[in-house]
């Protein structure tokens, strides 16, 4: 083979092998570039389906607490105009309608922000009906899920009380104990201490209801609650 055949055979053979390298590394790019579309377009999508949910969930929100304050208005007498739109004719009424909406909010976004507000309002509605074990889950469920919220806070706090109120003590003194310890919370601490208190005295711990009650009176002397304090202190005393 002639030397310049040999050279022209070679060229042939490097411009097919840039031609296959080219065409694969350009279908990986194009693959790349393909998924990275797919990802771009499913975040987008997902942020848009975030967003929208949220407005769903604060939209029913809004509907629910709507209802909670909606005017009672008794049946009008014969004669007399109709009862506003929107009103109920009885608290109990109103009660079970803003329960059921609040609920719904609740079950459908559990994690969200109006979700969580959602489940804490209906654990108000149901402790005030008093369903106790009812309100006991939504509390507990709301303080699982809510973080650092207030709403997980406050309801932390109302799981101690429904807990002191069903005569589960030793339940109620470590909830209240651990609210107490707590440094990033903006639940009154002299309060949390009196409640712990009165856990210990329910549950027959005399000696550390009454040094409960006395850090109430030395940690916070400007505290509203340091007379009850001493009172309770007072009683813990003279009964020892």
């Known amino acids: 083979m002639k030397h310049s055949e040999r050279e022209h055979l070679k060229t042939n053979e490097v411009a097919v092998a840039l031609e296959r390298l080219t065409g694969v590394q350009g279908q990986s790019i ?12 499913a975040i987008g999508a997902f942020v848009a389906w975030r967003g929208a949910a949220k407005a769903k969930a604060e939209g029913l929100l809004a509907e629910a607490l709507r209802v909670e304050s909606a005017q ?3 049946p009008p007498a014969p004669g007399q105009p109709a009862a506003p739109a929107g009103s109920f004719q009885t608290e109990q009424a109103r009660r079970d309608a803003a329960l059921g909406k609040f609920l719904a909010v609740a079950e459908a976004y559990p994690s969200s922000d109006a979700g969580i507000t959602a489940r804490f309002k209906a654990g ?3 402790a005030e009906q008093g369903k106790q074990s009812e309100a006991l889950a939504a509390f507990q469920a709301v303080a699982a899920q809510g973080g650092s919220s207030i709403h997980a806070r406050m309801a932390a ?8 109120a069903a005569g589960q003590h030793e339940a109620a003194i470590a909830a209240f104990r651990e609210l107490s310890t707590r440094k990033d919370t903006d639940l009154p601490a002299d309060g949390v201490l009196m409640q712990l208190g009165r856990a210990y005295r329910m549950a027959g711990k005399k000696a550390e209801a009454l040094q409960t009650f006395t850090r109430v009176t030395e ?7 340091v007379g009850e304090a001493r009172r309770e202190a007072d009683a813990l005393k003279a009964s020892m």
């Open 124 to 126: 108000a509605l149901l």
């Open 30 to 41: 194009l693959r790349i570039v393909g998924i990275a579309l797919v990802v771009v377009v």
């Open 219 to 225: 940690e916070f002397p400007q505290s509203i609650y």
């Open 72 to 74: 009672v208005v008794p």
């Open 157 to 164: 706090l109302a799981v101690a009380e429904l807990q002191l």
